[in-house]
């Protein structure tokens, strides 16, 4: 059963940096790509940035390119999300997210919390 696991969330000022894990279990990811999404208070679930396993391309959002930095440890089935210059609309609850490369994300992480106050 494939589990998805984020943490690294908090609390952080407007111009500070964060880094979100997600640590994957349950299958191999060959041939897979994992996302980052997120959803604000009262917002839509919204594309951030993902990475397709095997070749390590990536692919972000508009609002994050340049600030946001996706990668992954395939010895530790992890991916981070590295989040850099955070401004308070970045406030969101962060979810993981994993399915095979050329399809839907089919499983998903529990969520974890990002606040940047300004």
């Known amino acids: 059963q494939v589990q998805l696991v984020e943490s690294g969330g908090g609390m952080v000022q407007a111009g500070g940096s964060l880094r979100l894990s997600c640590a994957a279990s349950g299958r191999t990811f060959s041939n897979y790509k994992m996302g980052w999404f997120r959803q604000a208070p009262g917002g839509e679930r919204e594309f951030v940035a993902r990475?397709?396993?095997?070749?390590?391309?990536?692919m972000y959002a508009d609002s994050v390119k340049g600030r946001f930095t996706i990668s992954r440890d395939s010895g530790k089935y992890t991916v981070y999300l590295q989040m850099d210059s955070l401004k308070p609309e970045d406030t969101a609850v962060y979810y993981c997210a994993a399915g095979p490369w050329v399809s839907d994300y089919h499983y998903w992480g529990q969520g974890t919390q990002v606040t940047v106050s300004s």
């Open positions: 990475i397709i396993w095997n070749s390590g391309n990536t």
